[in-house]
């Protein structure tokens, strides 16, 4: 039984989408709606009321109600009048409705001798209405509401008592959401269609067209706006099937027809982004949208489909993830990225493909940096990346890490010597010339550089704890040096340790135990704190403070520093409001200038 009903509401709401499609108009599609119903449920007297923008709920279409029915009913205002059908459109009640009210929300009335016989006086003039004075018995009406609410009802009276029984109901309840929809969709076409000029314009400012697929008569019909959008010459814009598809990036077309297929296999809506190429060969990004129309044997008959230009919107979007993937500074990618391509490379070592990391950092850059200022040492991290971009194979790739810290990938070591291809960096970059401009001062740049092979490694993790100690190795021999991980020796300790120090970090940052200290500049001109630089300390539990280099190279590696430079900036903040006629440095991450949510609190 249930079956069968689940059946016969689709099947009705199919009926429904093919007499929306050939309407002409709302009030033709609501016509023929009440002739379909009628059929359905065999009353005599049916209207449908539409909300107007002012309260009018007048009828936009009806069938079997006299001419004096009709003008008294149809100058009917939510507002100003108080009936059964004003009070189910507004959701209000009256004492009078509530046996007659159905969890749907209708008014359901199947012996109107007995609701009169209970009421008197006011209470008899909550009717309002005709319906008891022309003798109908039976008396529904049923909300007609979208998502966004009641848009009309559909007013059902018969001479007969107990006419309709509940399943009759729910069904008009069921279709009649369905009905809203029509009508909201007819309410959009009638204001676009008031000017067809102004739809073409919002079409092309909007980059948006729709078009529809007609397996019955195996054609397509598109919008204005979906040959420019496609690229298509003017002599080629007449809809042709195959012409949509030519117009599909070849390596797309496998993808859209599978959506076509999953849309009429579901039959439930579809999308997806793809590329589309113009007659002159350009390339653009679309979106589209798909939604199967079924016919009254509940078959596919159509396709609509909307398709919107999406190439600015995937411009913008790769120009965000370029900055959230790359170093600002350099260009270069940064450490998330590299958790990918580690991860890709573990994979395919387990292949057989055998790939290698260097880790490497310049030594003596923090005296650089403090000696000479921030400029020179990001000019010397720029010029140290172009150098080893210079010598590094077609296929190995440079990744930022943080700071002074970077790492290369190097791919497929089948015929290379990772330790021979560090060597040869390291002499590049020491060989190189290091010119600050505006002093014309040379300097003498090394670095050291930690070596790992992926093969046999289990996780990123795994991988940057041994790379991270063959550096620690390098710069303890010296620096200026290479040193090869041995996977095989104990880096338990290395790894407690730096898991001690996430862990501390972490409950700082819980615990508020970190501080700032105030460190005054002094303008030697006046010999006046010209400024205030802010320091980070960490405070751990036995009270000893903790100076940045202890914590912050690993807070960035683990994923903690946007969190901490979150924690500064607050306090930045919170001390400008108590000082405000003093002036505040912090320092942040190079980590954290990419990070979207730390700028929107800046």
């Excluded at 007659?100 to 008899?124: P, Q, R």
């Excluded at 057989?352 to 650089?368: E, H, R």
Aim: aromatic residues 8%; hydrophobic residues 40%.
């Amino acid at each position: 039984m249930e079956n069968k009903i689940m059946k016969d509401k689709a099947k009705a709401v199919s009926l429904l989408f093919i007499l929306f499609i050939k309407a002409k108009s709302k009030k033709d599609y609501l016509k023929k709606v009440l002739r379909v119903i009628k059929k359905w449920i065999g009353s005599k007297h049916i209207g449908i009321r539409v909300i107007d923008t002012i309260g009018n709920i007048p009828y936009e279409s009806y069938i079997g109600f006299d001419r004096e029915f009709w003008e008294v009913e149809n100058d009917i205002n939510v507002n100003t009048s108080s009936c059964i059908c004003t009070r189910v459109i507004t959701g209000t009640q009256e004492a009078m409705d509530s046996p007659f009210m159905t969890t749907g929300g209708s008014f359901s009335c199947n012996d109107t001798d007995k609701l009169a016989h209970n009421l008197k006086g006011k209470d008899l003039s909550l009717l309002r209405g005709k319906c008891l004075e022309y003798g109908y018995k039976t008396l529904l009406v049923i909300p007609i509401k979208n998502k966004k609410g009641i848009v009309g009802v559909i007013h059902i009276t018969d001479e007969e008592t107990n006419k309709f029984d509940k399943s009759t109901v729910e069904f008009l309840e069921y279709i009649a959401r369905f009905i809203a929809e029509a009508i909201q969709r007819f309410d959009l076409q009638e204001k676009l269609k008031k000017s067809e000029a102004s739809l073409a314009k919002a079409q092309r400012i909007a980059r948006l067209g729709n078009y529809e697929i007609d397996f019955s008569k195996n054609k397509i019909w598109w919008s204005q706006e979906v040959p420019n959008i496609l690229g298509m010459r003017i002599k080629e814009a007449q809809p042709h099937k195959e012409l949509f598809l030519q117009h599909i990036y070849p390596e797309d077309r496998a993808l859209f027809i599978k959506k076509v297929k999953e849309a009429l296999q579901t039959q439930r809506p579809v999308s997806l982004d793809h590329r589309v190429v113009g007659a002159n060969g350009s390339i653009r990004f679309v979106h589209q949208d798909l939604e199967v129309v079924l016919n009254g044997e509940g078959e596919a008959s159509l396709i609509f489909g909307t398709i919107q230009d999406i190439t600015k919107q995937k411009e913008t979007e790769n120009r965000l993830h370029h900055l959230a993937t790359h170093d600002y500074l350099t260009s270069i990618p940064n450490r998330y990225l590299l958790s990918e391509r580690i991860a890709q490379a573990i994979e395919k070592g387990k292949k057989g493909i055998v790939s290698s990391l260097l880790f490497f950092d310049i030594d003596n850059f923090k005296q650089i940096n403090d000696s000479l200022g921030h400029s020179v040492g990001d000019e010397i991290i720029v010029s140290v990346v172009k150098v080893i971009q210079g010598n590094l194979g077609e296929k190995d790739c440079i990744f930022r890490f943080g700071g002074d810290e970077f790492a290369i990938l190097l791919d497929d070591m089948t015929n290379r010597d990772p330790y021979q291809e560090a060597e040869k960096l390291r002499k590049a970059i020491k060989e190189a010339d290091y010119i600050d401009i505006p002093t014309k001062e040379v300097f003498d740049i090394t670095i050291s550089i930690g070596v790992v092979n992926l093969q046999g490694l289990e996780n990123e993790h795994q991988v940057l704890i041994l790379a991270d100690n063959a550096l620690y190795k390098a710069k303890q021999g010296g620096r200026n040096r290479v040193v090869l991980a041995n996977p095989k020796e104990n880096y338990i300790l290395k790894l407690t340790e730096t898991n001690k120090t996430v862990r501390l970090v972490r409950k700082a940052l819980k615990e508020d135990a970190f501080t700032l200290y105030a460190q005054p500049i002094i303008d030697l001109k006046d010999n006046k704190v010209a400024y205030y630089e802010l320091l980070l300390r960490l405070i751990d539990k036995n009270g000893s403070i903790k100076t940045p280099s202890s914590f912050i190279p690993i807070a960035e590696r683990f994923g903690l520093m946007s969190q901490v430079d979150y924690w500064v900036i607050q306090r930045a903040m919170m001390l400008m409001s108590s000082f405000e006629e003093e002036q505040f440095f912090i320092n942040l991450s190079g980590i954290s200038m990419g990070n979207e949510a730390l700028f929107k609190l800046i």
